[in-house]
């Protein structure tokens, strides 16, 4: 948050700490990436069924050009029983959809929203 100049409560950062101190717990698995010793990235993803794996966070420090690259490619080579990589929603955001984009996915499913109506 700091390094993206942001604001606690401006990001998920709630929800990724609470997922990280969870993880055992909700059955997260992943990895942290380091350079020289120093943390610049994580990624933090859930299996959903066999082969299917969904990535629930990804932070890294945009100082390291390519970081999120590596750590997506790192986490594929390191969990060869996951042959389908879940990116989630990317909230509308441009940068997120782009970089989504980028990846070629094989098919992007519609999202809905359901909310119950008072009686």
Known sequence: MRA???QPGETDDAACMEALSLSGTLGLRGFLHRIDGAPVGFVLAQL???GVAVMRFA???DAFK????HMFQHYCRATPDVHWL???QDLGLVNFRHT???YRPVALLAKHRVTLREP
């Open 100 to 102: 989504k984009m980028s």
């Open 86 to 88: 879940n990116f989630e």
């Open 59 to 61: 932070k890294g420090l």
């Open 48 to 50: 959903i069924r066999p």
């Open 66 to 69: 390519g970081i999120y690259q």
């Open 4 to 6: 993206k100049r942001k």
